[in-house]
């Protein structure tokens, strides 16, 4: 059973746009949602993380919102690069140990 | 401040041999996880090391086996290796686990022929 749900599986945005990326999960015991970039032949890299006592959070052109009562949390990239260009996986892990649920992942396009 | 580093890149084996991948974590973290990284099922949890203690441990078969040393050192080790092994495989350090920031290994890939 996938624990973190995550949509779209790809998604293409203008330069300059807005890019969005959805993700649901089930268990209410998760308290800490990272999102990670991955570029082709990296590892992936932590953009930025949420606890549920928080409703968003933002650093730089990223944005976390949570929506707790819905077990829904997206990203936002404001002002989209090419640079932006990545794969984006949302994640969910429980207050103790360091096991992250993963969701499937999205591949984002940013044309110019 | 290093990052996380994985040794090697990358391997080729064949199947039915063994292999063994090295994480070094960044300085004064003392979590180490791995991770299965492939197209078809994304990235899944192995295991992780705490203190030298595996701490948890996800559903993979136990051919699938890891350990930490004192200086928070990993390897994992894969016996009896099958061609679905090939993947990219990740480690991740943290300084105490439990839900906080984990920084992630280039990966070593993995290709079994």
């Known amino acids: 059973q996938q624990q973190v749900k995550q949509s779209p599986q790809s998604l293409i945005v203008q330069k300059g746009g807005i890019s969005i990326i959805n993700c649901a999960y089930e268990?209410?015991?998760?308290?800490?949602f990272p999102w990670y970039q991955q570029f082709p032949g990296k590892g992936p890299a932590l953009l930025i993380a949420i606890r549920p006592d928080v409703s968003e959070k933002k650093e730089g052109r990223f944005t976390i919102s949570f929506n707790k009562s819905a077990k829904q949390f997206s990203l936002h990239i404001m002002d989209s690069q090419p640079g932006d260009s990545a794969t984006y996986f949302c994640?969910?892990?429980?207050?103790?140990?360091?096991?992250?649920?993963f969701g499937t992942g999205t591949s984002l396009t940013v044309i110019p | 401040k290093a990052g996380v580093t994985q040794t090697p890149r990358y391997l080729i084996k064949t199947r039915g041999q063994q292999v063994t991948l090295s994480c070094s974590p960044i300085s004064g973290h003392r979590s180490v996880s791995w991770y299965q990284q492939t197209p078809g099922q994304g990235l899944q949890f192995l295991f992780e090391y705490f203190s030298e203690t595996q701490r948890n441990k996800g559903n993979f078969p136990g051919r699938f086996s890891g350990r930490q040393f004192s200086n928070s050192r990993s390897e994992m080790n894969v016996s009896t290796l099958e061609l679905g092994d090939s993947a990219l495989y990740l480690c991740?350090?943290?300084?105490?686990?439990?839900?906080?920031?984990?920084?992630f290994g280039q990966g070593t890939r993995l290709t079994v022929v």
């Open positions: 994640a969910a892990s429980y207050h103790t140990g360091n096991q992250f649920y």
């Open positions: 991740a350090s943290s300084m105490e686990g439990g839900g906080t920031e984990a920084f």
């Open positions: 268990n209410t015991a998760f308290d800490y």
